[in-house]
């Protein structure tokens, strides 16, 4: 099949008269079929940068244009292949999202790159031509915690990507429910916050749903608020926001806005919708909201401020949920829950298999087990895969002290914040 793609590629640069060569107006670049030096092109193209006809802006935007074919020629190529990928998986009941390759894909960009673009700009690209890719090989859909416009919005778009079907499923419950039913691929909600901790409604959803739900993967976004309005900031007389969104602007709306009215709201998207319905009722919107600024683009209310927070570093973690189990990619984490018997030292004891074993813990939690009052699950992650010899060891050891223990899944750790 590589070969088919690879001969209908150089048949289709033939036919368009380049034979996989980039001509600028003082050299020629000649692509391999397989493969590009990235580290030679780097330095032709730093040397025709030097060149005095690079001086002529057009001829600058020719050579663009040139690399720009050349682009779309080899990203359709590898989306030819994309789709024999699909058609492989479905035919071997594969999942078509696999984070362990999402994981490996993006580590070799870092790895091929030199630059001048940065790391993150070429791991956005490469996740919405994997996006593009998913839509290929089989259309996915992906649930959220909405309305649309929320953070868990913004997380699930840029994680997936835009080629991908977004379902708001309205509660945390039913991100999980849907999941489990399989009328959505594969589910998005928030575990922690860097700032509020962790999420409760999350982790009680784990009590109800862990026998039909696995852990899939981990997303890391960058929280920034907004101010958004329809009028000048100084024509500002109320604001709607969700109660910690507020909470984690409060000093610079008590600098800019002292005396202005603060209206909560169930969530920031609904407080963005909220403008733009009176913006549309009465032409004349004196309101503002305090959201992100995905909502600001969805319901089409200008960004007046940009991150407004008053601490800078705010990270909300994400859990993709999914009926399957992820393969190991080398650097992964294993969430469990469980339950000790209520003595002294039970806790402990647990724990020191993982002390005892040098694995370390990198997140801890506990809920109220819904079974006895003052009765608790306690929630971990630990790093390493479930089917690595020592975890399956430690894993093991541990579920000996405790009352029940569940792997909740071992996914790749989230190395990068979006």
Known sequence: MQAKILFSLSRLARDRGDAMVIV?????????????????????????????????????????????????????????????????????????????????????????????????????IYREIMSGSFSLELPQRIGYLGPPGTFSHLAASRQFGSSVDYQDLH????????????????????????????????????????????IYGEVQLAVHF???????????????????????????????????????????????????????ETGCSYSAAIGSSLAGELYQVPVLFEKIEDRIGNVTRFLILSRNETQPSGNDKTSLMFTTDDRPGALVDVLNVFKNAAVNLTHIDKRPSRETNWDYTFFVDALGHRSDPKMAEVIGQARAYCKRLVVLGSYPISKHTL
């Open 171 to 214: 509660t945390i419950d039913g991100v999980f429910e849907e999941v489990a039913r399989g009328h959505v691929d594969y589910g998005l909600v928030p575990i922690e916050n860097s700032l509020g901790g962790g999420i409760a409604d999350t982790l009680d959803a784990f009590l109800s749903f862990h026998q039909r739900i696995k």
């Open 226 to 280: 907004s101010l958004l309005a329809h009028c000048q900031p100084q024509e500002i007389r109320r604001i709607f926001s969700r109660h910690d969104a507020f909470a984690q602007c409060r000093n610079w709306i008590a600098t800019q806005y002292p005396a202005v009215e603060r209206i909560h709201v169930e969530s920031t998207s609904t407080a963005v919708r909220h403008v733009q319905k009176e913006q549309s």
């Open 24 to 124: 600028t107006s003082t050299k020629s670049f000649y692509i391999p079929k397989r493969t590009m030096d990235a580290e030679s092109t780097k330095t032709n193209l730093e040397a025709n940068a030097d060149s005095p006809v690079q001086a002529d802006l057009a001829d600058l935007r020719r050579q663009i244009n040139l690399l720009d074919e050349q682009l779309i020629l080899l990203m359709n190529a590898r989306a030819q292949l994309a789709v024999s990928v699909g058609k492989y998986k479905r035919e071997a009941g594969i999942p078509v999202y696999a984070p362990h390759r999402e994981a490996d894909v993006l580590r070799r960009v870092r790895e091929l790159n030199h630059g001048p673009l940065s790391n993150q700009s070429l791991e956005a």
